[in-house]
Nanobody, 127 residues
Framework: QVQLVESGGGLVQAGGSLRLSCAGS????????MAWFRQAPGNEREFVAA????????LYADSVKGRFTISRDNAKNTAYLQMNSLKPEDTAVYSC????????????????????WGQGTQVTVSS
């Protein structure tokens, strides 16, 4: 089991950047596939990006491809989401998620694939 804690959210102007962090507990962080999702008010939770255990595979939503970069540092038990060229429509609560079912190999865009979730961090992009 892993516990996840996000940080790094805040208020930024359009065109700006933010870097989100997701710190995981436990000694088996490298066994988990990691992902970021976001949820804006009134909307369903939306997939943003995912990364395999060894960073060999990544997956992005079309809406963030080329602007956001997911990464991880297993030695620090932390996953990151670098967000550049932010737009007002990126405003949402961003949550990280983890899955151990394939020892971190398989990735998915679906919420149900991931078993562990953080509490989320608010990102607000002003126009």
């Amino acid at each position: 089991q892993v516990q996840l804690v996000e940080s790094g959210g805040g208020l930024v102007q359009a065109g700006g950047s933010l870097r989100l962090s997701c710190a995981g507990s436990g000694r088996t962080f490298s066994n988990y596939a990691m992902a970021w999702f976001r949820q804006a008010p009134g909307n369903e939770r939306e997939f943003v990006a995912a990364i395999s255990w060894n960073s060999g595979y990544t997956l992005y939503a079309d809406s963030v491809k080329g602007r956001f970069t997911i990464s991880r540092d297993n030695a620090k038990n932390t996953a990151y989401l670098q967000m550049n060229s932010l737009k007002p429509e990126d405003t949402a609560v961003y949550s990280c998620a983890a899955d151990q079912s394939s020892r971190g190999i398989n990735l998915s865009r679906t919420v149900d694939f991931y078993d562990y979730w953080g509490q989320g961090t608010q990102v607000t992009v002003s126009s």
